[in-house]
């Protein structure tokens, strides 16, 4: 696992991220819009976070001091690099799960030219498997993939998120019909703080507040 970057923090205490990493992702960004703007398939597509999301993501993840993070629904690893750079900062690391093998082997790759390999677990399979053996705790996890399966997987992360800590699902508004299920499973809970941040197409935050 690499170390905390304190070159990185202004003295006003600002992270400021690498030019490097900063050209990855808008390579992404571009690349990503034109795949989809492309594709018919949607197996093909990358569907990759509004950057405003993604940017959103990443200062919750460095303002709640996240250092065990958990991603589902990997694609070409756009939001996962947003994660990684906070993970790295924050002295954390990130395990990204994704059904598709192909797009983590890009995912893969395009850490790899970000320089972020180090600060990331990337693993292929049923997300519902994979947490089934998966150690926690983790202080963040960020749901990107399946929407019509967050309600069971809502049960699962249970035991393995710390208290205080976030749980995150983009497409609120943009597919209100596939989330709805999990928003009714948030909300009849009282151990969540939950709102909904209108950035991109909808983000889902909920804090866990056990008693």
Same mark, same amino acid.
């Given at each position: 696992?690499?170390?905390?970057?304190?070159?990185?923090? =202004?003295?006003?205490?600002?992270?400021?991220?690498?030019?490097?990493?900063?050209?990855?992702?808008?390579?992404?960004?571009?690349?990503?819009?034109?795949?989809?703007?492309?594709?018919?398939d !949607? @197996?093909?597509?990358m569907?990759?976070? $509004? #950057?405003? &999301?993604?940017k959103?993501?990443?200062?919750?993840?460095?303002?709640? $001091?996240? &250092?065990?993070? %958990?991603?589902?629904? &990997?694609?070409?690893?756009y939001?996962?690099i947003?994660?990684?750079?906070?993970?790295?900062?924050?002295?954390?690391?990130?395990?990204?799960i994704?059904?598709?093998?192909?797009k983590?082997?890009?995912?893969?790759?395009n850490?790899? !030219?970000?320089?972020? =390999?180090?600060?990331? =677990? +990337?693993r292929?399979?049923?997300? *519902?498997?994979?947490l *089934?053996? %998966?150690?926690?705790?983790?202080? %963040?996890?960020? +749901?990107?993939?399946?929407?019509?399966?967050?309600?069971?997987l809502?049960?699962?992360?249970?035991?393995? %998120? =710390? #208290?205080?800590?976030?749980?995150?699902?983009?497409?609120? $508004?943009?597919?209100?019909?596939?989330?709805?299920?999990?928003?009714?499973?948030?909300?009849a809970?009282?151990?969540?703080?939950?709102?909904?941040? #209108?950035?991109?197409?909808g983000? *889902?935050? @909920?804090?866990?507040?056990?008693?």
């Amino acid at each position: 696992m690499g170390k905390f970057n304190r070159e990185n923090v =202004t003295d006003e205490g600002a992270y400021v991220m690498d030019e490097q990493i900063k050209q990855v992702l808008a390579d992404l960004e571009a690349s990503g819009r034109e795949n989809d703007a492309r594709e018919t398939d !949607r @197996a093909m597509k990358m569907l990759n976070l $509004h #950057p405003d &999301t993604a940017k959103k993501l990443s200062d919750l993840a460095l303002s709640n $001091h996240s &250092t065990r993070i %958990l991603e589902i629904g &990997t694609s070409n690893g756009y939001s996962l690099i947003w994660l990684a750079w906070s993970a790295r900062e924050n002295g954390g690391h990130v395990t990204s799960i994704d059904k598709d093998r192909a797009k983590q082997e890009l995912a893969a790759a395009n850490l790899e !030219r970000a320089g972020l =390999t180090d600060w990331v =677990t +990337l693993r292929a399979g049923d997300a *519902s498997e994979i947490l *089934s053996v %998966l150690d926690g705790p983790f202080d %963040l996890v960020f +749901l990107d993939a399946d929407r019509i399966a967050y309600p069971a997987l809502l049960t699962q992360f249970l035991s393995k %998120l =710390t #208290p205080g800590g976030l749980l995150l699902a983009d497409n609120v $508004h943009s597919h209100p019909e596939e989330i709805a299920g999990y928003l009714s499973a948030l909300a009849a809970r009282d151990d969540f703080e939950h709102s909904v941040d #209108p950035v991109g197409e909808g983000l *889902s935050i @909920a804090y866990y507040r056990p008693e």
